[in-house]
């Protein structure tokens, strides 16, 4: 293109040649620029809230999972610390989209209260206008009317001395049944029942579909091939895992139960194999070693990663609080404390 030609364009005076050149520039800014446009924006993001269980630890708080999808972002489970969680990554507590519950223990919901109220009373905490969107388990819906009722005077006194509105402390709750419970804006929830026990019924895992691209969470489980071919080409597989000591089962019943309602690092290890998941994760874990006797001992990653790797060789992490995966074409995992610890060796 001769100079001064893209300034005869805007007066009219543009050569013929110089149009062919600019078609030739504007085909080839579709061909490259356009389509990473549309892999930005399908791309699904997926963070760990918390990876614990009931013990109260300020590194590993208890179960969460945030799902973001197009405009949508999903909580699933709100365990202690969920609301802190999600202030240390800049989300606003009351633009959740909406929250699933994968069964009652507490350690699933005892920070459902925080997020609702917290979310509720303004920015930069979230400023929720609207009733907060919760599905779960039968019981859902009699747990957010007992909350209501718990929490009235404080929701009376707020509206009347703070002038909050009545529908941003409102629950639209549903509870439900396996099948497809949640569907907008290109975003599918799928639950799937799972075992957590006899008398843990029902408990949910859930299966997340968007542009293509999936992702399930087990909620927890013991072993249960329904999570498996849920996750058959999965891009991402979140699992529960719990490791007790042999010697504290064999002596203590207590141990003993939890270990009969989770799944061992073995048995996860078949589901990642018949599964076959893009990357396999990690999350709700249960690590009780027996010398000495130490729920908060730190979790031993390597002895969680060598009994899975008896039957699975795939891709495998042991996730931990505010790690996230990116899911477009492939998986890509973002860990600040990995890279926090990495800058401090610099």
């Not at 990876?51 to 405009?71: I, K, Y």
């Not at 996750?231 to 895992?241: F, K, P, T, Y």
């Not at 690092?265 to 000495?292: D, M, N, Q, W, Y």
Request: proline share 6%.
């Amino acid at each position: 293109m001769r100079n001064g030609a893209i300034g005869d364009l805007f007066q009219g005076r543009s050569e013929p040649r110089s149009w062919f050149w600019i078609a030739k520039l504007l085909l080839l800014w579709a061909i490259i620029v356009l389509p990473n446009f549309e892999a930005s924006a399908a791309e699904m993001k997926v963070t760990l809230l918390g990876t614990g269980n009931p013990t109260p630890r300020a590194d590993s708080f208890s179960a969460s999972t945030l799902v973001e999808a197009g405009n949508q972002k999903l909580l699933f489970d709100l365990g202690r610390g969920t609301a802190i969680r999600l202030f240390q990554k800049k989300i606003p507590l009351g633009s959740i989209t909406a929250h699933f519950l994968t069964h009652l223990h507490s350690d699933h919901v005892v920070g459902l209260p925080d997020v609702w109220l917290t979310g509720w009373i303004g920015a930069p905490f979230g400023a929720r206008k609207s009733p907060l969107v919760i599905f779960g388990p039968a019981g859902t819906v009699d747990m957010t009317r007992n909350l209501t009722k718990a929490f009235a005077e404080d929701i009376r006194i707020r509206m009347a001395d703070e002038h909050y509105p009545a529908a941003g402390v409102a629950f639209s709750a549903k509870d439900i049944e396996p099948g497809l419970v949640y569907e907008h804006d290109g975003v599918r929830v799928t639950a799937i029942e799972v075992n957590h026990g006899e008398l843990i019924k029902p408990a949910f895992g859930y299966v997340i579909d968007y542009d293509g691209k999936k992702v399930v969470l087990s909620g927890d489980t013991k072993y249960d091939e329904r999570i498996a071919e849920s996750a058959r080409g999965a891009d991402l597989l979140i699992h529960e895992v719990a490791i007790i000591d042999p010697e504290l089962v064999k002596a203590n019943p207590m141990f003993r139960d939890i270990q009969n309602h989770h799944t061992s690092p073995e048995e996860a290890g078949r589901i990642f194999s018949i599964a076959k998941p893009k990357l396999a994760v990690f999350s709700h874990i249960v690590f009780v070693p027996a010398k000495p006797l130490a729920t908060d001992a730190p979790v031993d990653g390597d002895q969680l990663v060598r009994r899975t790797r008896t039957g699975y060789e795939g891709p495998l992490t042991v996730g931990r609080d505010m790690m996230s995966f990116v899911v477009s074409d492939t998986v890509r995992v973002l860990d600040p404390a990995a890279d926090a610890s990495a800058q401090s060796r610099q």
